[in-house]
T-cell receptor, first 113, second 113 residues
Framework: TQLLEQSPQFLSIQEGENLTVYCNSS?????LQWYRQEPGEGPVLLVT?????EVKKLKRLTFQFGDARKDSSLHITAAQPGDTGLYLC?????????????FGQGTILTVHP | NAGVMQNPRHLVRRRGQEARLRCSPM?????VYWYRQLPEEGLKFMVY????????ESGMPKERFSAEFPKEGPSILRIQQVVRGDSAAYFC???????????FGEGSRLTVL
């Protein structure tokens, strides 16, 4: 059974601060995805990383996939109140389906004005 | 282009009753996934279906739960004789192909009294 450990579980910071969320596993994933979920809604895909060592940027968000494809991080620069939400990492084992994902428990981020 | 549609959004059932959750994938998507999100837990994969076929049901409880995706109409997740532990948010996701991006619906929140 593949597991993804996501940390921290809760993060409360002031506007303008930087933060990093971590996602770790002992298993290798063919790809790793980051989602954001608002209360009462479904997860929305932010990014997919596929290659070991890959770095992707989405405005103030930087995503990195570990060289061994077992871990990933999400770094937010100069956080804003609009970044508040639940962030989820999810790994795909690959094979016949990339839609069978193993999710981390999530990080609830609160950015105070 | 409508997204993944789930209904009902909220469902209340008494112990022992049946719950039926419906999911209409995005137009052109023939791959459907069901996930369950229990309180204080992350999303857990339940089942992966294509039209008229169950591809992977390794995450489905062995009893009381069933899923189908008929040739015509939405995918249905059926829970018979519900118990309080079935209370959760059930999310459906669809993709165009086996390796395509997942799009999640807004979820169906089941409460068992």
């Amino acid at each position: 059974t593949q597991l993804l450990e996501q940390s921290p579980q809760f993060l409360s910071i002031q506007e303008g601060e930087n933060l990093t969320v971590y996602c770790n596993s002992s298993s290798v994933f063919s790809s790793l995805q980051w989602y954001r979920q608002e209360p009462g809604e479904g997860p929305v895909l932010l990014v997919t990383v596929v290659t070991g060592g890959e770095v992707k940027k989405l405005k103030r968000l930087t995503f990195q996939f570990g060289d061994a494809r077992k871990d990933s991080s999400l770094h937010i620069t100069a956080a804003q109140p609009g970044d508040t939400g639940l962030y989820l990492c999810a790994g795909a084992a690959g094979g016949t389906s990339y839609g069978k994902l193993t999710f981390g428990q999530g990080t609830i981020l609160t950015v105070h004005p | 282009n409508a997204g993944v549609m789930q209904n009902p959004r909220h469902l209340v059932r008494r112990r022992g009753q049946e719950a039926r959750l419906r999911c209409s994938p995005m137009k052109g998507h023939s791959h459907v996934y069901w996930y369950r999100q229990l309180p204080e837990e992350g999303l857990k994969f339940m089942v992966y279906l294509q039209k008229e076929n169950i591809i992977d049901e390794s995450g489905m409880p062995k009893e009381r739960f069933s899923a189908e995706f008929p040739k015509e109409g939405p995918s249905i997740l059926r829970i018979q004789q519900v118990v309080r532990g079935d209370s959760a948010a059930y999310f459906c996701a669809s993709s165009q192909g086996a390796t395509g991006e997942l799009f999640f619906g807004e979820g169906s929140r089941l409460t068992v009294l």
